[in-house]
């Protein structure tokens, strides 16, 4: 069980282009989803925690124009990387809090990531 | 400022060792600490979550403890495999809607 994919896992595009991430609990209902960004050898940056309906909440720093989050349903988030540069270049990776279960409500249940490539 | 440390360097250790990642902090009161285990390209797995409360979890090969006077969690790994080879992130909460995570340890187990 807690199941989370992420599509797609690895993407190329060219620079001033828009790429979408879609990230998915397969098997429970996600109360709040997460997205995070990881460069190599570092470890995850929270970027914004989002609740089904509502505007996500974006960490000091992170350019919510630029990262448009969408939390349509209690098992779909969308991560847009709008006007994506060489910059963007990352490893963006989801979670979903199930909101119960035998470890508690904290935990998360981490998507296999979206490798982003912006030429 | 809030701050996570984990081992600085890379561990290696022999097959059927125990191996020990530390994770200290400051300036935090954490509610829990969570241990994940992330494999190159992958996304965090979950292993272990502890709470302010308690002092030692266990889960098969696995044990956390949690000392918030010395603010440390001790992750063990006993009768260790290569397959535990990974890298380890310890994570801090104070509520159900967010953590910090730690910058990991790179662990490899040598057969």
């Known amino acids: 069980g807690a199941v989370v994919s992420q599509h797609p896992s690895w993407v190329i595009c060219k620079s001033g282009t828009s790429v979408k991430i879609e990230c998915r609990s397969l098997?429970?209902?996600?109360?709040?989803m997460f997205w995070y960004r990881q460069f190599p050898k570092q470890s995850l940056m929270l970027m914004a925690t989002s609740n089904e309906g509502s505007k996500a909440t974006y960490e000091q720093g992170v350019e919510k124009d630029k990262f448009l989050i969408n939390h349509a349903s209690l098992t779909l988030s969308t991560l847009t990387v709008t006007s994506a540069h060489p910059e963007d270049s990352s490893f963006y990776i989801c979670?979903?809090?199930?909101?119960?279960?035998?470890?508690?409500?904290?935990?998360?249940?981490f998507g296999p990531g979206t490798r982003l490539l912006v030429l | 400022s809030q701050k996570i440390e984990q081992n600085s360097e890379a561990l290696n250790i022999q097959e059927g060792k125990t191996a020990t990642l530390t994770c200290n902090y400051t300036?935090?009161?954490?509610?829990?600490l969570q241990w994940y285990r992330q494999d190159p390209g992958r996304g965090p797995v979950f292993l272990l979550l502890i709470r302010e409360n308690e002092k030692e979890k266990r889960k098969e090969r696995l044990k956390v403890t949690f000392d918030t006077t010395l603010k440390q969690s001790l992750f063990h790994i006993t009768a260790s495999q290569p397959a535990d080879s990974a890298t380890y992130l310890c994570?801090?909460?104070?509520?159900?809607?967010?953590?910090?995570f730690g910058p990991g340890t790179s662990l490899s187990v040598i057969p």
């Open positions: 098997d429970f209902q996600a109360t709040t």
């Open positions: 300036n935090y009161s954490p509610a829990y």
């Open positions: 994570a801090l909460g104070t509520s159900y809607d967010k953590v910090i």
């Open positions: 979670s979903a809090q199930e909101g119960k279960g035998p470890w508690g409500q904290e935990t998360q249940y």
